[in-house]
T-cell receptor, first 117, second 107 residues
Framework: GAGVSQSPSNKVTEKGKDVELRCDPI?????LYWYRQSLGQGLEFLIY????????KSGLPSDRFSAERTGGSVSTLTIQRTQQEDSAVYLC???????????????FGSGTQLSVL | LAKTTQPISMDSYEGQEVNITCSHN???????ITWYQQFPSQGPRFIIQ???TKVTNEVASLFIPADRKSSTLSLPRVSLSDTAVYYC????????FGAGTRLFVKA
């Protein structure tokens, strides 16, 4: 596609429910990243994929968070038993190369605004 | 983790040149320095990237001194639409974005 696409753009859920957030990266980009941004704050790294593999899951805040990527393309971030502190904008980015490569330019989607009531 | 320090906010007027400096004392030898721009309700957008000396593209210039412990983003003749948050990064995907610099351009 022309850019990174995320869906839904907004998600309101009740505390304790599970949510799935989707990311469609730019076609041909091998690396995919998930970040979280709380209101007025910078971005917090969550997880990174190179192809379908996630070599680094250290940023996931708890075991309620998981992510997968299939076919080297679409990725889904799942949050189980959501809590109010999970409310934030979840941003996905993709890059042609990977970390520390010359092509290390991240292209971001517009994010999913998650609100946990 | 890679850490940067930038001013929290800056004000400017339309038509002025704006320089935003970022310090990155623990940058590694092979790290590139990258700047992003973020508007409300959007993801960050790549502006410019460099390794040393000076890089210029159609929207900005990036100045990096020889020791590479800092960098300066230069926005020539800003307009109201340049009001945004600007982040400098190095160190790859795990870099802490930080709060960035909030630039407010006034008429």
């Amino acid at each position: 596609g022309a850019g990174v696409s995320q869906s839904p753009s907004n998600k309101v859920t009740e505390k304790g429910k599970d949510v799935e957030l989707r990311c469609d990266p730019i076609s041909g980009h091998t690396a995919l990243y998930w970040y979280r941004q709380s209101l007025g704050q910078g971005l917090e790294f969550l997880i990174y994929f190179q192809g379908n593999s996630a070599p680094d899951k250290s940023g996931l805040p708890s075991d309620r968070f998981s992510a997968e990527r299939t076919g080297g393309s679409v990725s889904t971030l799942t949050i189980q038993r959501t809590q109010q502190e999970d409310s934030a904008v979840y941003l996905c980015a993709s890059s042609l190369g990977g970390p520390r490569s010359l092509d290390e330019k991240l292209f971001f989607g517009s994010g999913t605004q998650l609100s946990v009531l | 983790l890679a850490k940067t320090t930038q001013p929290i906010s800056m004000d400017s007027y339309e038509g002025q040149e704006v320089n935003i400096t970022c310090s990155h004392n623990n940058i590694a030898t092979n790290d590139y320095i990258t700047w992003y721009q973020q508007f409300p309700s959007q993801g960050p957008r790549f502006i410019i990237q460099g390794y040393k000396t000076k890089v210029t593209n159609e929207v900005a210039s990036l100045f990096i001194p020889a020791d590479r412990k800092s960098s300066t983003l230069s926005l020539p003749r800003v307009s109201l639409s340049d009001t945004a948050v600007y982040y400098c990064l190095f160190g790859g995907f795990k870099t802490i974005f930080g709060a960035g610099t909030r630039l407010f351009v006034k008429a």
